[in-house]
């Protein structure tokens, strides 16, 4: 059996730049997909994202984005990460419509893949289940994530 991971990119430890692979095997999920707005200690920075650039040299790796909700701090990358890979973003109907409005603003080298999530239909990426769970947050369709995997369920 393989060896299940958990590796955040940013999101821990400040507000801000919430990503993260859950891996298992050669292959991995990313939950969210966020960017953090700089303070004083940043002049002349507009928004500070999670380094990423190492999935460009995975093709195959990362099978999609899980959106959990359409805060910045969890969407706000993604238009970054889709100028570097052509993955599936899953998210709920609101959370895609604020990363479609984001899309507007850029040019990407392919259509985007954008997926709606069912909260009542599971979502099979690799060996990864994936069920969106709705909860309540400050932004309305917000989901958390129960993801199955060969080694347990993680929730998230």
């Known amino acids: 059996m393989e060896k299940l991971s958990f590796i955040p990119l940013g999101g821990l430890g400040e507000i801000g730049k919430n990503m993260a692979l859950l891996e298992y095997g050669n292959h991995a999920v990313m939950i969210d997909a966020g960017l953090m707005f700089p303070d004083d200690r940043h002049p002349g920075v507009d928004y500070i994202i999670p380094d990423f650039n190492f999935l460009a040299e995975k093709p195959g790796y990362l099978l999609g984005v899980l ?20 993955v599936p973003i899953y998210g709920t109907k609101l959370t895609l419509g604020f990363v479609k409005a984001k899309l507007e603003e850029f040019k990407l080298p392919q259509e985007p893949q954008l997926i709606e999530a069912d909260p009542k239909k599971p979502i099979t990426l690799g060996d990864f289940l994936i069920e969106f769970i709705r909860v309540t947050h400050s932004i309305v369709d917000g ?5 199955t995997t060969p080694r347990g369920v993680v929730v998230h």
């Open 67 to 86: 959106l959990t909700h359409g805060h910045e701090d969890h969407i706000g990358a993604v238009p970054y990460l889709l100028q570097k890979l052509n």
């Open 143 to 147: 989901c958390g994530l129960a993801i």
